[in-house]
Nanobody
């Protein structure tokens, strides 16, 4: 059974850091691009970052560039999102998702591409 499970969310003060993890099971991560998305109350789900199959290509939303870093460890079937310099506007439920990718060095944050989604983890940035 294919599963994607996020962890690592929580409450953090502005300027703080969190690392989210995305544990994948039931499929070989090597063949999938992985994306992180978030959804704040009353807003649409938006792409935050994605990483290609090889890990050689990453993309970020403009709002998180320079603050967030995505990485993957295919041996552990896990993808990470390191979030630094967090702001109150980063508050949202964060989702991890996967899609089977043809190319090793491409990823796309279009939500409709993604086949497998986790349940999400809450990130709250507040003083």
């Amino acid at each position: 059974q294919l599963q994607v499970v996020e962890s690592g969310g929580g409450l953090v003060q502005p300027g703080g850091s969190l690392r989210l993890s995305c544990a994948c099971s039931g499929f070989t991560l090597d063949y999938y691009s992985i994306g992180w998305f978030r959804q704040a109350p009353g807003k649409e789900r938006e792409g935050v970052s994605c990483i290609s199959r090889s890990g050689g290509k990453t993309n970020y939303a403009d709002s998180v560039k320079g603050r967030f870093t995505i990485s993957r460890d295919n041996a552990k079937n896990t993808v990470y999102l390191q979030m630094n310099s967090l702001k109150p506007e980063d508050t949202a439920v964060y989702y991890c998702a996967a899609y089977p990718a043809t190319f090793q060095y491409m990823c796309d944050m279009t939500t409709t591409l993604y086949d497998y989604w986790g349940q999400g983890t809450q990130v709250t940035v507040s003083s």
